[in-house]
């Protein structure tokens, strides 16, 4: 996808989800590789009276892995719901023709693959049509948009069972049940 983004006309969207997935990487690699290397940990010590050595560890490198224990899943659902967003974004500027619709359809395949790898991206899914049922449940909004929004789910969850990969292995990729049932042969 990134060379897509990197032949394509700007969306400036798309640098959020890289770049929180960037800071993450390279967070891990600083503490993994970098400060290992830089600041090497001190050699473990006895305590007094025959305890077992205790290894002193770097204390940039705790900080390190609890900020990225502790943001990470807050993190992916984050990037789960700028890949939605980036989605909406890319349709509504095909149909102002900002963008093309070859566009529109490679990051919807980008995005069926990872609601496939991504249990974040399929909350973010699942959230995202609640809200929307939400909004659309209120007696204002005429029947003709219910309706529409409906054939668009309709529609949506179509194409996933049609594509999903789990079905051709007679399971879900990632070892949930697929929702679709199996095809009767004759």
């Known amino acids: 996808m990134a060379l897509i983004w990197l032949v394509s006309k700007p969306v400036f969207l798309a640098l959020l989800p890289f770049s929180i997935y960037s800071t993450f990487h390279f967070l891990t690699y ?20 025959g305890a077992p050595a205790v290894k002193k560890t770097n204390a940039l490198s ?11 899943d807050t993190s992916m659902a984050i990037v789960a719901n700028l890949e939605i ?49 939400g909004l659309l449940a ?3 909004v005429p029947p003709a948009v219910r309706q529409a929004w409906g054939a668009i789910k309709d529609g949506v969850r179509r194409v996933g069972a049609m594509t999903d990969v789990g079905d051709l292995t007679g399971g879900r990729v990632g070892g949930a049940a697929s929702p679709v049932a199996p095809r009767k042969t004759q």
């Open 30 to 49: 600083l503490r993994t590789a970098l400060i290992p290397t830089l600041m090497p940990s001190q050699p473990a010590t006895t305590a007094p009276g």
């Open 62 to 72: 705790d900080t390190i892995s609890k900020f990225v224990k502790s943001h990470y």
């Open 85 to 133: 967003a980036l989605l909406v974004r890319l349709f509504l500027g095909c149909c102002i023709f900002v963008n093309s619709w070859i566009l529109l359809a490679v990051y919807a395949l980008f995005l069926r693959v990872r609601v496939g790898q991504s249990a974040f991206v399929r909350q973010a899914i699942v959230s995202t049509e609640v809200r929307v049922d």
């Open 138 to 140: 209120d007696q204002r």
